[in-house]
């Protein structure tokens, strides 16, 4: 994606989050509404004195509008990711999986299921997001829309903030979950 096409697709994201005109917007951030509009379309090719002015007008970070949003669901399979210590030399692996975010919060959780009893968990806090990776079994995991089938050593992450489920496909599925805020 274009550097046009990323700022226009954030600032849209993030005015409609805002819940505000875009005369709203270029009335706050001190710049003209034809210049916010050929931004939202991806046509204008902005500076940074007016990113940063859209992005406090809006209270978001100047990096929600030049970072590539991160997908709603983010599956890692066993043997995927960046790894340290994959020589054959080596006897232990390190897979970054999620790096936290400043000012994030997380609970640790083990989950042992068996198959036959999904567990549906309702929409927690706004901002949660939950990373799950799969121990022992199977399991059907993520979003009761859209769930991920996991086996051993698979991560997933997906949001909490709305329904979710944990289905174990076989009798003694073990998982880590952490749920993040």
């Known amino acids: 994606m274009s550097p046009q096409k990323l700022v226009a697709a954030s600032l849209k994201r993030e005015r409609t989050r805002a819940g505000i005109s875009l005369a709203e917007l270029a ?20 500076s ?8 406090v007008a809006l209270g978001i970070q100047f990096s929600a509008l030049v970072d590539a949003p991160r997908p709603l669901v ?8 960046p790894t340290i210590g994959a020589s054959e030399a080596d ?5 970054l999986l999620s790096a936290a975010r400043p000012g994030t919060r997380r609970d ?8 036959g009893r999904p567990r549906v968990s309702e929409p927690h806090a706004r901002g949660v997001v939950e990373h799950v990776v799969l121990c ?46």
């Open 48 to 55: 940074i004195e007016t990113l940063w002015s859209i992005s």
């Open 74 to 81: 983010e599956v890692i399979r066993l043997g995927d990711g």
């Open 27 to 46: 009335r706050r951030a001190g710049v003209g509404k034809s210049t916010l509009s050929q931004l939202e379309s991806g046509e204008g090719n902005p």
């Open 91 to 95: 006897s232990y692996t390190a897979t």
């Open 108 to 115: 640790a959780y083990l989950i042992r299921a068996d198959r």
């Open 136 to 181: 022992a079994g199977r399991a059907s995991v993520g979003p009761t829309e859209s769930p991920v089938d996991l086996s051993p050593g698979d991560y997933v992450n997906y949001p909490g903030d709305v329904e979710h489920i944990f289905d174990a496909l076989d009798d003694g599925t073990i998982a880590v979950l952490l749920s993040e805020s």
